[in-house]
């Protein structure tokens, strides 16, 4: 994190040792240096600088040599909602060492996707680095939504994501803050080897969906050494996603680490092999949980939850197939997501609520092959606290504090 804090000579260090290929050998693959200020951009934090990255952007992507498109320290980039497409002809670095800043106002989407700011589309071997910051300017638009304001007019509509790759491969995020991302603020969709390390993202505690990192669809992802601390969940996972790994992550205010929603309108989603260890979590809604909608299909499997301390977290470890994010209550449904061969191992510290472990499962496709090992969760203050489980069924080894629940498989 101390990253964001390097002055602007160091950036310029690193920038000049990315371009000599680290300091190798004669070998080393010739690269070239862009920088936003090159193409005309002003980077004073007013002036619309969106077709000066564009076409940054677009002369980076298509070099013949490897190419380094830096955001220069010490200045703000006003960006206004922008596309970027791949696949570039080389690999290309991303280094943002100054400020790429959202328009304020939500008046900037007018006729735009009111879904997308930051939006990359097919790149693959793109690696973000560079200690800057991405600030999405989110404070307009959490004002306006019905989540927040609870009187008419309100806002239930879509809102920007901060940067959002879609169909990508060998992407790298790693040493930069997002802050205040309008929603999500950064999103793999239908992505593959996938790197999200050494990240801060911070955004008010009352501020509506800003996850900190949310997966879609996407496998064979790296999620390690960050500090997330937003309105919503720190890490989320839904669609088909596999082969994920979440590790030395500080969680904090938040709601916790999510594997879910899954199974929302009847759709079929698939999550299975997927670690989440070494991780502390503190004053969050939830800890780890998996959460899926009535009528839904497909399974959430061979899930691990290891190493984890809460400190004072409400709702430390849940399990819920009756999910229900809307207004009105959801109708009863046999069909859903099966919930399997999920381990919590590890798990200590304290909750905020009586009860520290919730498992409420499906009648018809009940949750199975559970386990908890060396548990001890109590309640914040001392005190015993409680553990429920409804259709649910494992074991249980080492000591487990609250005593299981659980039924034998």
């Known amino acids: ?119 990359i589309y097919g790149v693959n071997d793109l690696s973000v680095s560079g200690g800057g910051t991405i600030d999405g300017m989110g404070q307009e638009w959490w004002a306006t939504s019905c989540k927040r304001k609870k009187t008419q007019p309100c806002y239930s509509g879509p809102r920007p994501k901060a940067l959002h790759f879609e169909e990508c491969r060998g992407v790298s995020v790693q040493g930069v803050t997002f802050q205040n991302g309008p929603q999500f603020h950064l999103i793999f969709t239908r992505c593959s080897d996938v790197k999200a390390n050494f990240l801060r993202v911070i955004a008010p505690a009352d501020s509506p969906n800003t996850d900190g990192i949310h997966l879609n669809d996407s496998s064979h992802v790296q999620i390690m050494d960050n500090l997330i601390s937003t309105g919503d969940d720190c890490v989320s996972m839904v669609g088909n996603c596999s082969h994920v790994r979440v590790k030395d992550i500080s969680c904090g205010p938040g709601h916790g680490i999510s594997i879910g929603s899954l199974g929302k309108n009847r759709t079929t989603d698939m999550v299975e092999n997927v670690k989440v260890d070494t991780c502390l979590l503190t004053n969050t809604t939830n800890g780890v949980r998996i959460k899926s909608w009535q009528g839904g299909m497909g399974f959430a499997r061979n899930l691990r939850f290891e190493s984890i301390v809460m400190k004072n977290v409400s709702n430390p470890i849940i399990i819920d197939q009756y999910y229900c994010d809307q207004p009105t209550p959801c109708a009863n449904q046999t069909q859903a997501v ?26 018809t496709v009940p949750c199975r092959q559970l386990e908890l090992k060396n548990v001890n969760l109590t309640m914040e203050g001392g005190g015993m606290a409680a553990a429920s489980c409804y259709r649910a069924s494992g074991k249980s080894a080492g000591a487990v504090v609250p005593p299981s629940c659980l039924t034998k498989d």
């Open 1 to 119: 994190m101390a990253a964001a804090l390097l002055p602007a000579a160091f950036a310029a260090v690193i920038a000049a040792l990315l371009i000599c290929g680290g300091g190798g050998g004669g070998g080393a693959e010739a690269r070239i240096l862009l920088t936003l200020d090159d193409f005309g951009a002003v980077g004073d934090g007013i002036a619309n600088d969106t077709q000066a990255f564009l076409n940054a952007w677009n002369a980076a992507c298509g070099s013949n040599e490897q190419a380094v498109l830096a955001v220069p320290a010490g200045k703000a980039y006003r960006i206004w909602p922008v596309q970027l497409f791949g696949p570039c002809r080389k690999k290309l670095k991303l280094l943002i060492a100054g400020s790429i800043v959202a328009p304020a106002s939500p008046d900037a989407w007018a006729g735009r996707d009111p879904m997308k700011w930051l939006y």
């Open 338 to 363: 099966e919930v399997r061969k999920v381990e919590f191992v590890d798990v200590r510290g304290t909750s905020a609520t009586k009860q520290a472990i919730s498992i409420a499962c499906s009648d």
